[in-house]
């Protein structure tokens, strides 16, 4: 009896990995050469209605978006989508719908901004302090609706939503001539960050680029390995697969929600960082805005991979970049919109619909391989 | 699926490499062109606002004619960035339009920026003081065309309540509110005025009827019975929630709104338009580069000069002309000082 | 799963049993008859006449219904409403489907009261409105997929009466199960399903259940081996006093645990009998430190854990095999490997500090496969794409191979077949011989009575009887998990059952049949 099971085994020890990871290489290009085509098609239907030429307009995006300084821009429009992104998909990796990223970087920005303008600390130390705030507060936004969420049960997309009104609203507040900020012709903004605390940048024959990239690389690493290589990673991607399966496994789910939506805020406070130290250096009425919600469609792009999030941001300061230059062309400035959506739609389709073949594949292998055996075993049945 | 989409991350990274790298080197500035004519960037809301991009526009339109100049309009979208702005001014400007036109204070520091670029090219902005020695900045006087309207509205009220919507709380908003409350209370003391705001910092405000649609609704609701909005393209909507209440009145903002044809089915319950002459003064600009003579530096359009006025279209202010008047030379002598921030 | 040859004919008026080992094919083949999978080839035929069903909706049209093993009920709905539910266009939504509803109750006994609510019906008074409810539709051949897994022996004879009075108004019934000794005894034809290929047709009469068990699993069935006590006298788990109140979904606090108290000593078997529903998935959950008990004391090993986390409670040596692996036992979307991590993320060899050690985790995983007979093609395949048994083949593994001091077993042969079910007895005997403690919980009363040292029978969240597994039957067993007798039972007629319980599951089943 005890030998028995040995005899049985045999299915794991043979080699068909091997057509497995083709089969694999194949689904992973099929998917993103699908969503490509889909998307191109959509697009070309969308030009050809309004009368526009879809082929004359993707040669301009081709071609004005390769030009140098439009690749300077895209980097630089990429930064803060990437930090963005990372912040929901920290969320989305345990299943928790991050619709707040946009809230917590404004305030963050916004108080990181009251601070680098009323303190004249040593660059370094300065730019470090300044990240440090916006890193706090963010995660106190985001924690707020983590510990709603755990303690009173409101779900994070409703109380997410509702503080990025509430952000909205201090920011406002706030954002006044006499409270925290200063008048400067018809724009107000907190007072300015001093020279010494702005940011690296990285120059190129164009204009630079902002040197924020470093930490938007480092923190792209770091999401990675804290995600896919530690403990604490594992724990969170279980909750976000199966909140029961991970009670059961010992996971403390409710820390898990409040800890990973801190997380998220720490990353989202971010997000406004390369505009504040590298552009602006200070938080005014023109500080950017929507950046949260741009997140929200690179982390569905890049499937909540580092690297996919990183080519998603990419694409979106592309689309941005060349869209400006559709309109430029008399094109209607909306299409790049329609384009965006209907990339990450057609993603997002593309991705689940190999996904799902994937898998019926791979049980049909399973099946197969069972089959195979019993066929042998029935001969010798029957024999 | 995570390796699977790893992967898939690998080759595009590669891919999207191997083009960046043919691409080095050149840039998209480095085509340039002949005078093209007027080059003009709204702010969001687009040229059919009804209201303050589409002043700007009627500027534009009088060069086309009495000039013979060729123009080109591009719109801002929502949720913009620096780099947006520079990319819009600087495309325009390379392909050779001249001079080329930032509507609203957002376009104040790309058109610092962009201008230094391109020397041998006029700017202008409008509602901001942009410095660079080929700039024109044009400023108006809206508290004091505001005060008028305030005055206007104290007059017309029949429950002494009257009302205020900005699109976005910003410091050029918040000189309409100024010059509005001021304007009510000084005619009758006991006018209560109620300043609302669609969005605290988001140029959204600007372009979002449905909001300003619901936000006259509820002044409505509260027996306010004359509201003056300024909030671009959102005006629309207030404009249309107040027609329907009888015996209610809107006052526009920048276009004579009782004039605009998308307005016209609710004109009758528009009282005036507080006239920001956007106009005049991006006309005024295009007409000094075609003559060689560029306007540059700071240029304010005051209440004095035409800069802003009150729309008579309709007739609604008859009536009222008198107190109005009276009220306009007390500014323009100097009696009454307009603030130009509310007070508190 | 894949099915490829497969042959069935069901002679109409009869109930033909389909039995094989979980993941041989059997529930494709139900999809397939019931239009919800499409066969790649072959043909499907009904009264002579060629079919090809592309919805469920096709299938009930040639009056094929199916129970399935999940019911399908609005709890807060009649059982009348239920029934009519989505068939209104049959009999309308009054008078006409109540009288339906009655005719159709009585000319099969079913016995159904339509206007209780479904919520207060028990599992077996639910089964009849689901069989009811295809029958409704017109169904002249039911598909019942294991129909007598929710069921204590009581409801089963019930159940086969029902069958037999749909036979006897020539009905024909599918009945989908791997219980032999209830196959034996109620089907008038056996297929037998292995690796998705009939490989035997039988009439009941012909086959033994050693015979038939035999037919499922492809081989010689292991012998029963003789009973040796290894129950030693230190107390590896002790529960006192153990107390816990929940809210119903009427906002109700009743205690579902209430007053629990035993002890498991090292290489001991306690288990736990009770008809599902009583608290013994409380019980468990309190052990893990799922659920926070408001009173009593949990000693494992010596030490106080009732307050310790779970993860606290699985280092300190709790293996889990729960009740259902899908929700609390799998990611399924996860590869194998990761399900190998999956509870012992802090341990050996999975991590180290802070660290995951991936290569060790899929090299263990390997072990695992090959040492636990997980048949796979792969660890890097997702735990969705494996069969039942294999699943729980895997969770056996992984919770074994870190040499837990008490495993906290639950229903841990449901669902699986023959084959694996042995192969994990095996494994929890092996276990226990080297001082494993084991609770045990279980429906399959063969199984409890076979692999138990000590039997325990809640009722209404207390423990309210005790039995020696070496003379109960499991109908004795049966009314005192109803709630009919409590305190020491005796075995009363006398008859000794002793050496067949060394032997758990179907393979004694057969012996009594009904």
Sequence with gaps: ?383 | MRRVTKIAAASIASAALAFTATACGESSTESGGQDKGVGLAFDVGGRDDHSFNESAARGVDKAKKELGVDAKMMTAKNNETEADREQRLSQLAEAGYNPVIGVGFNYEKSITKVAKDFPDTTFGVVDAVAKGKNIDSMVFSEHEGSYLAGVAAALKTKTDKVGFIGGTQNALIRKFEAGFIQGVKETKKDVKVVPEYLYPNNDKGFNDPAAAKAKAKGMLDRDIDVIYTAAGQSGAGSVESIAKKKGAWAIGVDSDQYLQPGLAQYKESILTSMMKNVDVAVFDLIKSVEEGKPLTGTNAYLLKDGGVRLAKSGGNIDDIMPQIEEAKEKIISGEIKVDEQPKG | MANHDIDITVRRGTVHALVGENGAGKSTLMKILYGMQKPDEGSIAVDGDRVSFGSPADAIGRGIGMVHQHFMLADNLTVAENVVLGAEKLYGISGRARAKIMELSEAYGLNVRPDLLVEDLGVADRQRVEILKVLYRGARTLILDEPTAVLVPQEVDALFDNLRELKAEGLTVIFISHKLGEVLSVADDITVIRRGTTVASVHPSEVTPKQLAELMVGSELPSPETRESTVTDTVMLDVDGLHLSATDSDGVVRAVLDGVSFGIRKGEVLGIAGVEGNGQAELVEAVMGMRDPDGGRITLDGDDISRASTRKRREDGIGYIPEDRHRHGLLLEAPLWENRILGHVTEEPNSRGGRLDLKAARSDTARIVRDYDVRTPGIEVTAASLSGGNQQKLIVGREMSHHPKLLIAAHPTRGVDVGAQAQIWDQIREARREGLAVLLISADLDELIGLSDTLRVMYRGRLVADADPATITPEELGSAMTGAASGHLEHEDGRDTAQDSDQPGEQRDGGDTR
């Design chain 1, 1 to 383: 009896m005890k030998e028995q099971p040995r005899q049985q085994t045999a299915v794991a020890d043979r080699p068909p990995r091997k057509k497995i990871d083709k089969d694999k290489l194949l689904l992973a290009v099929a998917a993103p050469v699908l969503a490509i085509v889909a998307a191109l098609a959509i697009t070309s239907v969308i030009f050809l209605t309004t009368g526009d030429d879809p082929f004359r307009a993707f040669s301009i995006m081709v071609d004005y978006g390769s030009k140098s300084d439009s690749q300077v821009v895209i980097i630089n429009k990429a930064i803060p989508y990437f930090l963005s992104a990372l912040a929901v998909a920290i969320g989305f990796r345990m299943n928790l719908f991050n619709i707040g990223v946009d809230g917590q970087y404004r305030i963050a920005a916004f108080f990181a901004a009251v601070v680098g303008g009323a303190l004249a600390l040593p660059g370094f130390l300065q730019i470090a302090v300044v990240m440090i705030v916006a890193m706090l507060v963010g995660a106190v936004w985001s924690g707020i609706a983590g510990l709603l969420k755990t303690t009173r049960g409101v779900s994070e997309v409703i109380s997410t939503i509702m503080l990025n009104s509430i952000a909205a609203a201090i920011i406002g507040y706030f954002l006044h001539e006499g409270r925290l900020a200063v008048r400067d012709g018809n724009l107000i903004h907190t007072e300015p960050i001093p020279e010494a605390a702005h940011f690296f940048s990285i120059p190129t024959q164009e204009d630079p680029v902002n040197g924020f990239i470093v930490v938007a690389v480092v923190v792209g690493f770091l999401y990675w390995y804290l995600l896919g290589r530690t403990r604490f990673g594992f724990d969170l991607r279980t909750v976000g697969r199966s909140e029961e399966a991970a009670r059961a496994s010992g996971v403390g789910v409710k820390r898990m929600v409040v800890t990973s939506m801190v997380l998220s805020g720490v990353v989202a406070g971010l997000v406004g960082m390369p505009t504040l130290l590298g552009e602006s250096y200070n938080y005014g009425t023109d500080f950017p805005t929507g950046i949260g919600f741009t997140g929200i469609a690179i982390a569905l792009l890049g499937r909540n991979n580092a690297v996919g999030m990183a080519l998603g941001a990419l694409l979106w300061g592309f689309l941005e970049r060349t869209g400006g230059r559709l309109e430029f062309e008399g094109y209607a400035q909306e299409i790049v919109g329609v384009m965006q959506g209907v990339i990450v739609l057609c993603v997002v389709i593309a991705y689940e619909l190999v996904r799902r073949y994937g898998l019926k594949a791979q049980q049909r292998k399973v099946g197969e391989q069972l089959a195979a055996e019993a066929r042998t075993d029935k001969a010798e049945v029957s024999a």
